[in-house]
Nanobody
């Protein structure tokens, strides 16, 4: 049974940083594409970042240069480092993985198979 558990969300001031973690179980992570999506209040869930198994990464324009996706296959964990946070980054953030070596679909609309429950990030002064 695949399980993804996010952590690291919370309240941060504009300009601050957070690192989200996602612990995966029931899978060998190095065989999976990894990704992060987010859903702001009253809005649809959208992709933030995706990474192939070969390390190539993709980001939506709104987070490019500020967010970094990574993985530690030895720990079966996915990360999202978020810097220079803005109030518009406030959302529930979801970890997601897909049993395919490359990110499938358009930027921000990747097709992913397994999802975590989400962790809330609030950017406010």
């Amino acid at each position: 049974q695949v399980q993804l558990v996010e952590s690291g969300g919370g309240l941060v001031q504009p300009g601050g940083s957070l690192r989200l973690s996602c612990a995966a179980s029931g899978v060998t992570l190095d065989a999976y594409t990894i990704g992060w999506f987010r859903q702001a209040p009253g809005k649809e869930r959208v992709g933030v970042s995706c990474a192939n198994t070969d390390g190539i990464t993709y980001y939506t324009d709104s987070v490019k240069g500020r967010f970094t996706i990574s993985r530690d296959n030895t720990k079966n964990t996915v990360y999202l480092q978020m810097n220079s946070l803005k109030p518009e980054d406030t959302a529930n953030y979801y970890c997601t993985i897909d049993p395919w070596p490359t990110c499938r679909g358009p930027t921000g609309g990747w097709t992913m198979d397994y999802w975590g429950e989400g962790t809330l990030v609030t950017v406010s002064s």
